[in-house]
């Protein structure tokens, strides 16, 4: 078995574009579910907000791809009121139903025949990214091996930009959560009527947490439209919200650094066991073989969820997380 | 001890309730908190009918009644926390109907709840701070720079750390207060509603679930709200406690109000013992013992 083609594999994906992109989301998340309280379920509906904005932007409206990131900031929060106006007053639970119902929404609108002209239908768009790529500083034949993987010039300045974007990201939420704003989101998500019982505006707090998550998640689409120079509306389905929660969950909710913890991990577990499982079919090891290479690719999920599995179990705070914090729920 | 002042609040609340008539709605001479016609109901439950009743300012009432009477639906009326489907209530003058519970805090109403609402995964620091109105640290766009909120958050957290040590409870600050025991969430609660700078404070049941060591030390501390000029409206079912520390008591039965007056003078209320125990002592207990449990519970 190839043991350094799997893990150089897996170095790629824990520092590749999807590593960003999921990152940036369960960022977002955080925000929302982590440290408010908010079950946003639909973080995949900003993702697409944010890419699609670039994508038409760039190839319908013909203008530039700044105006793209522009205007997929306005309408993240456009899209942040219309689900927060008529849910955030009410039961937690609402706003849950209410943004897996809007993400499929938005997806479905994306993929649709009657929209075809503007998104693309189930195909996306392509090839949008010459205004952010023109920004690279780096030599044309830069080439970077990670043993038998090689990334290109455009791969790396994607992930340049990707990462400083996550961090810069990280910043932020640091700075928000140590504020005494952070600390009335945090007394929300604990008990929102105690809060509100002191004299804040408990509405405005849980807009402004779903807002601010929103345009997490947007950035992060907008790294996958670049990333990929593609768009295409299946990838924002709501497997992508759930693995945004799954990397929170894993890295530790309500911690800065859990969801970049988190992502890291997650992908190089699931591109490394991919890899894995392949080989192992391929040199016939005995019941591994028994699978097909489609099959593997399953299973490979099945043991991210098994994994979760014993992480709740036995270190239910997520690997970042405060078992003491976590401790008190129990009462 | 106050009571070695010339004239304690306690003496000055006692004074002016002296003349007020023991009658159902009586008017006070200095209401800070006046309703009028408050009337929810759930379905076809009418769980809160209040004609009128007026609140002395500066004095400790006490509201009481049995279960199911109405006092928690009332408090959650008054405080913004429901909304009545008819009546009007004033705080200070200003007409709170249609009022965010947030809006009603801000003015200086602040509540506790029977249900003890520490927030228990934010230290006890944390708590206290989250209670402090007015900082600029709160807006989202001065949060997320220090410079501006770092001498408020030192203010903050002296005031805090005072309070707390007036509560005892300063050793306490850094643990989280999900670890707490129930009596020292109740102090952790009203200490933090104190952060406001409250000019009245509602406590809905203050004394449930604390153990017996810790009621002297909450009494006195409710004894010491008055005389730092805060009004006291409170629920409680324990009649020694409300005996001890009310100048004024209202009771509640079937949503309405039955009877005012001084605790002693209120406890000895036909009405009152009627809506209590029930109103067939005029019948032999032996033959009437059944029903007589089941209305005290009504």
Redesign the interface.
Known sequence: MDWGYIISVMIVSAFGVEAIVFGLAAIGINMQFGYTGLLNFGQSAFMAVGGYSVAVTVIELGANFWWGVVIAFAVTIVLALLLGIPTLRLRADYLAIVTIAASEIVRLILRSVTFKEIFGGSDGQFSFGADFFALSPLPEDLAFRIGPVVLNERQIFVLIVGWALVFLSCLIVWLLVRSPWGRVLKGIREDEDAVRSLGKNVYLYKMQALVIGGLFGAIGGIIYAVGNEAVSPDFFGTDTTFFAYAILILGGAARVFGPVLGTVIFWAIIQGTDVFLRSAIDIGVPVLSLMTGTQAAVVRFMLVGLGIMLLMIFRPQGILGDRRELALDAR | MPDNAPETRKEAAQRALADVPRVPGAPKPDPILIADGVVRSFGGLTAVDVAHVEVQRGAITALIGPNGAGKTTFFNLL?G?DTPNTGTWLFNGHDLAGV????V??MGM????QLT??????TVM?NM???A?G??????LS??F?FL?SAQ?RQVTAKAEELLSRFNMLQKKDD?A??LSGGQRKLL?MA??L??DPEMVMLDEPMAGVNPALTQSLLQHIKDLREQGMTVLFVEHDMDMVRDISDWVIVMAQGKVIAEGPPDEVMRDEAVIVAYLGGHHDKALTSSGVSFTEEAHG
């Open positions: 405080t926390f965010a519970a947030f809006r805090a801000r602040i509540r506790t709840f609402k520490a927030l228990s995964k934010m944390e701070r989250l209670g109105t900082q600029k640290g709160e807006r989202l949060s997320i220090g909120w958050e989280f999900g670890s609660e933090r509603a952060m406001t």
